[in-house]
């Protein structure tokens, strides 16, 4: 059994940075690929970045060169930097691992960036 506990939300003005955590436990975190993803109020769920097991890294356009996904494996912790924040980075944030084509995804954590 996978369970992902994300953390690191939070509020924040317009132009500044949060870093959020995701923290797996479970044996498979090192062969699995994670992603984040994110959900504004009345929108469906996006992609934000993922990373696979070995370390190559995805970015949706909106995001690209602002936000940083990483990995350490020895903490089964996968972090999203976010800089230069906008209003519209608003959403609940989710991590997703991928592991056999089988989908374990968090609890979901907060980030709220005001103007």
């Known amino acids: 059994q996978v369970q992902l506990v994300e953390s690191g939300g939070g509020l924040v003005q317009a132009g500044g940075s949060l870093r959020l955590s995701c923290a797996a436990s479970?044996?498979?975190?090192?062969?699995?690929?994670v992603g984040w993803y994110r959900q504004a109020p009345g929108k469906q769920r996006d992609l934000v970045a993922t990373?696979?097991?070995?370390?190559?890294?995805n970015y949706s356009e909106s995001v690209k060169g602002r936000f940083t996904i990483s990995r350490d494996n020895a903490r089964t912790t996968v972090y999203l930097q976010m800089n230069s924040l906008t209003v519209e980075d608003t959403a609940v944030y989710y991590c997703?691992?991928?592991?056999?084509?089988?989908?374990?995804w968090g609890q979901g954590t907060q980030v709220t960036v005001s103007s």
């Open positions: 990373i696979t097991s070995g370390g190559t890294t």
């Open positions: 479970g044996s498979i975190f090192r062969n699995s690929g």
């Open positions: 997703k691992l991928t592991y056999s084509l089988v989908e374990y």
